[in-house]
């Protein structure tokens, strides 16, 4: 063969080779490389003048392993075929590459080529990229593991049932979730059904029912699986269908997941929600539910029923002298005397506290009937609840108040039946203790009020709902020389309500002390403007002064920075006292005043003679007055027996250099009588009504000019 001829075979090889679709690489005996097709100088990414003649090292090819490290020159694959003399098949090998890609992983095949004397004279070495198949693979090895790692960690068994095939799969976690070993039992589609509870029997044939009939490609369904101790495991059953095109169910794949520890949760969230931990009876929140479905009972059926609450009296006295323990394991046995003594039917709560609930059912077809055995029910309670009780080994003895409300299914809510018999209770204790009181719309009313005061109260703006009015004082000679203040309180709708409406709901809240300082503070706005009226500036102000208001550490400290912020004449200033102070701490009582005496500040005791009446008080407490109740001005001129009171007073007052005012005059016989016994000071409807203060300012001070 000529050389012209060798070169075009040569050639035409060369050109056949550069348009195989594989990397081909040419090597001599020597390890060299000889040549390298077009393919092959890509995917390595080298020149052919780089690789023509280069050896086969590490400086010059760079083989990566699968995992990444870096490949011994020894185990190249023409290494490998000219030291065994054997080929090489499907070595996955790396190399550099640019970006995105920092490596290119290839298949490489290396085959050995002998002679006729056999002798090796080249190995071949293929290259094929599959750095898409190795991308493909790794991403897949990644969510497998995912999966894998996902159902290890959560409670979920896959399962499988392959319609068409007939085979059914069941995971390990299916099998241990209900306690058998994989294949203990015969894994076909009917296993569900077996071993379903028999409630939840229909549940699996509806399922199977509507995998068929339906078109929807999930499902999902709650269900018991029994376990193999006896007990049923609750599971959530859910997956996906593959259909045909026909719709028909070709495969059924999904999950199972273990639902005990999620209803044990419910549960124990129920019961929190629902109960009182202490007593184990329901609480506030289950009653209420519960009385809405007795009273649209009693709707429907035309019946009566009752609601009653109860509070144990005295409950903080235990708690605070026997302790909280004492006070639980009475609360405790409370309960379970109330379980014992009620009907089946009758529901019973603890509202909170010291207070529980009942509620009767079917009392009667007339709210006769059904006070009546209402009333047989309080009674039983009463004697049950009065027994002696034994806690932190001692004994003792307790009673119970309780509100009764009559009901009949047209009460609007719950709350409302709720809160009449809490009011109800609440007279039981005011009228003594150890009773029953039925609810009255009264008592509704009366709680509204209070609600409204407190709301007034506990507002700086609605604060100036409270109003204040003044009674003038007259001498015995007819001249004005003094005022007392008395608060009204102007309600949102114009109602103007006396103190008498209001003010024991202020103390009973603990308010007064607000509106007693709010009182107090107007008044001394008053005097201070008073100041500059020739006619007024020599008046003092009477302002009466709760027993709470003396009780606050830092009263003095109150009524000094009044008088400081208003600039109000102190001496002008007199705070009237009822003696129920007297039955407080006396000593704080004493300390208290003696420091607002200090400031200029007088004190005057009101209503003498209705209280606690003591001549050590007159004596010890620095008072500059006293006012003779209305009670005995009222009969002094009909009353002999009232005659020789007032006398009396008078002379004492008199002994001991206090001012002396009669309250109530409003007769001239009980005025006369009063001048001609010494009495210094007058006041009552006879002499002046109490009017706003600003009408009083206007009436007896001088006009502008």
């Known amino acids: 063969m000529s050389a012209t001829t060798a070169q075009q075979i040569q050639r035409r090889f060369d050109d056949l080779l550069d348009h195989l679709p594989a990397g081909v690489v040419v090597h001599g005996p020597d390890g060299r490389l000889r040549s390298a097709n077009g393919l092959a100088r890509q995917l390595l990414g080298r020149s052919d003048a780089q690789l023509r003649g280069s050896s086969a090292d590490a400086a010059t090819w760079g083989f990566i392993l699968p995992d990444k490290t870096p490949m011994a020159p020894h185990d190249y694959p023409v290494n490998v075929v000219l030291r065994t003399r054997e080929k090489v098949m499907d070595l996955i090998v790396g190399v550099p590459a640019d970006a995105p890609e920092p490596l290119r992983w290839l298949i490489c095949n290396a085959y050995p080529g002998f002679d006729a004397d056999g002798r090796l004279t080249e190995v071949v070495v293929c290259f094929t990229d599959c750095t898409a198949l190795k991308r493909a693979k790794q991403h897949l090895e990644k969510s497998e593991e995912r999966l894998r790692l996902v159902l290890r960690g959560s409670t979920d068994a896959p399962w499988d049932w392959d319609i068409a095939g007939g085979e059914t799969y069941y995971s390990e976690r299916w099998w241990s979730m209900l306690g058998y070993a994989s294949g203990e039992l015969a894994a076909d589609a009917g296993l569900w059904a077996r071993l379903a509870h028999p409630d939840d029997k229909p549940a699996v044939a509806d399922l199977m029912a509507k995998l068929y009939a339906d078109r929807g490609d999930a499902y999902g369904v709650e269900l018991r699986l029994r376990h193999r101790d006896g007990h049923y495991v609750p599971v959530l059953a859910r997956g996906y269908v593959l259909r045909d095109a026909s719709g028909r169910p070709l495969r059924v794949s999904g999950t199972n997941t273990d639902l005990s520890e999620r209803k044990a949760a419910e549960r124990r969230i129920y019961r929190l929600t629902n109960f009182d931990p202490l007593t184990g009876l329901p609480n506030r929140l289950h009653l209420a539910e519960e009385l809405d479905k007795v009273l649209a009972h009693g709707e429907r059926a035309g019946r009566f029923g009752a609601v009653l609450v109860l509070d144990l009296d005295n409950f903080k006295l235990i708690n605070d002298t026997m302790g909280r323990d004492a006070g639980d394991a009475l609360l405790r046995q409370v309960a379970q005397r109330l379980r014992h003594v009620l009907r089946h039917g009758d529901q019973l709560a603890r509202l909170g506290g010291d207070e529980f609930a009942i509620v009767l059912d079917e009392l009667g077809r007339t709210a006769t009937q059904a006070v009546a055995e209402a009333n047989l029910a309080v009674g039983k309670i009463l004697a049950a609840l009065g027994k002696a009780y034994r806690t932190a080994g001692r004994r003792l003895v307790t009673s119970v108040s309780i509100g009764v409300v009559i009901v009949d299914g047209t009460t609007a809510s ?292």
């Open 414 to 705: 719950a709350e409302t039946v709720l809160t009449q018999a809490s009011l109800a209770m609440q007279r039981a204790k005011a009228d003594g203790r150890n009773l029953a009181r039925f609810f009255d719309p009264g008592m509704q009313h009366a709680a509204e009020r209070q609600a409204a005061l407190e709301r007034a109260l506990h507002d700086e703006v609605s604060l100036r709902q409270f109003v204040l009015f003044c009674q003038p004082q007259f001498s015995d000679k007819g001249r004005l020389i003094g005022a007392e203040v008395l608060v009204r309180w102007r309600r949102e709708d114009g109602e103007l309500v006396g103190p008498d409406d209001f003010i024991g709901l202020a103390e009973s809240s603990g308010l007064i002390v607000t509106l007693g300082r709010h009182v107090l503070e107007q008044s001394c706005r008053a005097l201070s403007r008073w100041r500059a009226d020739p006619a007024l500036a020599g008046l003092k102000l009477g302002v009466n002064v709760s027993v709470q208001q003396l009780r606050e550490p830092a009263f003095a400290e109150t009524v000094a920075a009044i008088l400081a912020s208003t600039g109000a004449p102190s001496e002008k200033l007199c705070l009237e006292l009822t003696e129920s102070v007297f039955a407080d701490d006396m000593a704080l009582m004493n300390e208290t005043m003696h420091r607002i005496r200090a400031q200029g500040v007088h004190f005057s005791l009101d209503d003498f003679g209705t209280g606690y009446s003591s001549l050590a008080y007159l004596k010890r407490f620095p008072l500059g007055g006293l006012k003779i109740d209305r009670s005995f001005v009222h009969d002094v001129h009909v009353d002999p027996n009232a005659v020789p009171i007032v006398k009396a007073i008078i002379a004492l007052a008199r002994t001991l250099k206090l001012d002396i005012v009669a309250e109530g005059v409003e007769h001239e016989a009980q005025r006369k009588f009063l001048v001609e016994r010494g009495c210094s000071t007058l006041q009552g409807f006879l002499l002046g009504l109490p009017v706003p203060i600003e009408d009083f300012e206007r009436a007896h001070g001088v006009p502008p000019a």
